[in-house]
């Protein structure tokens, strides 16, 4: 008897805004379709809809022991490294007889940095298509925002990579909350360094409160600033090469073969400025700037009275 492959669990951040669940709930949809020899299922840490216990539960009722869990998220941060560790755990104590792996985020992965390319390539419409074209436009790549350096370092590398080879004046970085330079910032810098073409390009999976708030905060500056052209471009979105990674971070997580930042995670190496955090247990993580966002200490939440996430980042 063959033994059946691990089902997929897809784990997101989760959103108040409504669209943008609804696209992710749909890209686990998708996913499903494409993939009928996995039982796949997708859940959210916070809120929004349904909370990943549930996409749990509804793996083991449909008699699965074993599944590999993908954290649908660019950069390893809080929720990554933290939440999604821990609320797994406890999912085991839940369900006893199951097993699982834990895949790595996504990551500045080429195929991901082809899709950013072409929604630069949509807003210009069509007219920086080559090196010489690009030449005096300047990207200004924006993400959530962590207070983990590690998680803003990720987002500064996805600019360096989207730069090289592509022919832009340059890519920049700046975060919609949590770390600086923020949007507005981040503009600033970008005339200082001469540029007066600009895209604004976040470095988000889906629509939400934090992309409206990049593209609200841009329009704002913009109007202030007549004197540069400033576009917004769109989120990355469920296309082909997002399904097609999703799966290679689950083949990865299936073989074990996992490369995880450890390098420079501020919980295991003592950074400039985040010595404390070194050792520390990892705690639920909650972002302050998402919409609707009122913690009071609990929201399907459980504290990992564990150590900080183990040395392969899988459990």
């Given at each position: 008897m063959t033994t059946p492959p691990p089902a997929l669990l897809i784990a997101g951040h989760g959103t108040r805004d409504a669209a943008g669940a609804e696209a992710f709930r749909a890209f686990v949809r998708e996913l499903a379709h494409r993939h009928p020899e996995l039982p796949v299922a997708g859940g959210f840490i916070e809120l929004s809809p349904p909370p990943l216990a549930e996409a749990v539960g509804e793996l083991a009722d449909r008699g699965v022991r074993r599944f590999a869990a993908v954290p649908l998220m660019l950069v390893s941060a809080?929720?990554?490294?933290?939440?999604?560790?821990?609320?797994?755990?406890?999912?085991?104590?839940?369900?006893?007889?199951?097993?699982?792996?834990?895949?790595?985020?996504?990551?500045?992965?080429?195929?991901?940095?082809?899709?950013?390319?072409?929604?630069?390539?949509?807003?210009?419409?069509?007219?920086?298509?080559?090196?010489?074209?690009?030449?005096?436009?300047?990207?200004?790549?924006?993400?959530?925002?962590?207070?983990?350096?590690?998680?803003?370092?990720?987002?500064?590398?996805?600019?360096?990579?989207?730069?090289?080879?592509?022919?832009y004046a340059g890519v920049e970085t700046a975060f919609v909350s949590l770390a600086a330079p923020d949007v507005p910032s981040g503009l600033d810098r970008c005339v200082r360094l001469g540029a007066r073409r600009i895209v604004v390009l976040p470095y988000f999976l889906f629509m939400g409160v934090l992309p409206d708030r990049v593209r609200q905060q841009t329009e704002g500056w913009a109007a202030a600033h007549p004197d540069v052209e400033v576009r917004s471009a769109d989120v990355i979105g469920p296309e082909p090469e997002l399904l097609d990674l999703v799966m290679e971070r689950y083949r990865e997580a299936v073989r074990g073969d996992l490369r995880m930042n450890c390098d420079s995670c501020v919980y295991r190496i003592a950074l400039p400025g985040f010595e404390d955090k070194v050792g520390l247990p990892q705690q639920p993580h909650f972002h302050p700037d998402d919409d609707g966002h009122h913690h009071d200490g609990h929201h399907g939440h459980h504290h990992h009275d564990g150590p900080a996430h183990s040395p392969s980042h899988a459990h």
């Amino acid at each position: 008897m063959t033994t059946p492959p691990p089902a997929l669990l897809i784990a997101g951040h989760g959103t108040r805004d409504a669209a943008g669940a609804e696209a992710f709930r749909a890209f686990v949809r998708e996913l499903a379709h494409r993939h009928p020899e996995l039982p796949v299922a997708g859940g959210f840490i916070e809120l929004s809809p349904p909370p990943l216990a549930e996409a749990v539960g509804e793996l083991a009722d449909r008699g699965v022991r074993r599944f590999a869990a993908v954290p649908l998220m660019l950069v390893s941060a809080g929720h990554a490294k933290g939440d999604i560790p821990a609320a797994l755990a406890r999912e085991k104590e839940r369900h006893p007889g199951i097993s699982y792996t834990y895949g790595r985020p996504l990551g500045p992965h080429p195929s991901l940095l082809a899709v950013l390319e072409r929604r630069l390539d949509e807003v210009l419409g069509g007219t920086a298509r080559t090196p010489a074209d690009r030449a005096d436009v300047t990207v200004l790549l924006v993400g959530r925002g962590s207070t983990d350096p590690d998680a803003n370092a990720e987002v500064h590398k996805a600019a360096r990579l989207l730069w090289e080879g592509r022919g832009y004046a340059g890519v920049e970085t700046a975060f919609v909350s949590l770390a600086a330079p923020d949007v507005p910032s981040g503009l600033d810098r970008c005339v200082r360094l001469g540029a007066r073409r600009i895209v604004v390009l976040p470095y988000f999976l889906f629509m939400g409160v934090l992309p409206d708030r990049v593209r609200q905060q841009t329009e704002g500056w913009a109007a202030a600033h007549p004197d540069v052209e400033v576009r917004s471009a769109d989120v990355i979105g469920p296309e082909p090469e997002l399904l097609d990674l999703v799966m290679e971070r689950y083949r990865e997580a299936v073989r074990g073969d996992l490369r995880m930042n450890c390098d420079s995670c501020v919980y295991r190496i003592a950074l400039p400025g985040f010595e404390d955090k070194v050792g520390l247990p990892q705690q639920p993580h909650f972002h302050p700037d998402d919409d609707g966002h009122h913690h009071d200490g609990h929201h399907g939440h459980h504290h990992h009275d564990g150590p900080a996430h183990s040395p392969s980042h899988a459990h």
